[in-house]
Antibody
Framework: QVQLVESGGGVVQPGRSLRLSCAAS????????MHWVRQAPGRGLEWVAV????????YYADSVRGRFTISRDNSKNTLYLQLNSLRAEDTAVYYC??????????????WGQGTLVTVSS | QTVVTQEPSFSVSPGGTVTLTCGLS?????????PSWYQQTPGQPPRTLIF???IRSSGVPGRFSGSILGDKAALTITGAQADDESDYYC??????????FGGGTKLTVL
């Protein structure tokens, strides 16, 4: 079955960087777009970024554009999110999600358990 | 910037029917927004219920259905059960690769 396991979260100081990973299994990773979605403590879901199945198309929420970078390695079945210039408001659980199909127009369908990022001095 | 709107809270009696909606601060939701619905309980990741307006995700009970009602996307729960008490989120595709979640609806079954 589809399995998504996020890692790389932790406590980081404002202005520093972090890289999240999402290891995928149970499906043909290269055939699906992938999303990152986050949820601040006690708040709702916020879409962060999406990448197409071949990695050629990437889109970001306004709140992270220019600071975060989504990427993927289809040979390793792994999705990444590079978080730079972190701010306190980036504190959240970060979920990776497999889309329903290959393009960035495809919705999140399967979700990982999430990894917590805490930005604090 | 367009905001995706949801009812902050809703309540339904066990066995009853409830319709949650997902709208836009400006304009109407259509199938071109590929509305999707997610259920989340505290401490758990979201669970996909409905995608592309009305397609039920694998394993989702038939009492959950999605549609367009007027100018909004809608999630209807028919025959609500106690374990349907959750937060429900919709997401819409805004074009140019951008997705936006609604603020969520807290559903109480009592």
């Amino acid at each position: 079955q589809v399995q998504l396991v996020e890692s790389g979260g932790g406590v980081v100081q404002p202005g520093r960087s972090l890289r999240l990973s999402c290891a995928a299994s149970g499906f043909s990773f290269s055939g699906y777009a992938m999303h990152w979605v986050r949820q601040a403590p006690g708040r709702g879901l916020e879409w962060v970024a999406v990448i197409s199945s071949d990695g050629n198309n990437k889109y970001y929420a306004d709140s992270v554009r220019g600071r975060f970078t989504i990427s993927r390695d289809n040979s390793k079945n792994t999705l990444y999110l590079q978080l730079n210039s972190l701010r306190a408001e980036d504190t959240a659980v970060y979920y990776c999600a497999r889309a329903s199909c290959l393009s960035t127009v495809c919705q999140s369908l399967y979700w990982g358990q999430g990894t917590l990022v805490t930005v604090s001095s | 910037q367009t905001v995706v709107t949801q009812e902050p809270s809703f309540s339904v009696s066990p066995g009853g029917t409830v319709t949650l909606t997902c709208g836009l601060s400006s304009g109407s939701v259509s199938t071109s927004y590929y509305p999707s619905w997610y259920q989340q309980t505290p401490g758990q990741p979201p669970r996909t219920l409905i995608f592309s307006t009305s397609i039920r995700s694998s394993g989702v009970p038939g009492r959950f259905s999605g549609s367009i009602l007027g100018d909004k996307a809608a999630l209807t729960i028919t025959g609500a059960q106690a374990d349907d008490e959750s937060d429900y989120y919709c997401v819409l595709y805004m074009g140019s690769g951008i997705w936006v979640f609604g603020g969520g609806t807290k559903l109480t079954v009592l």
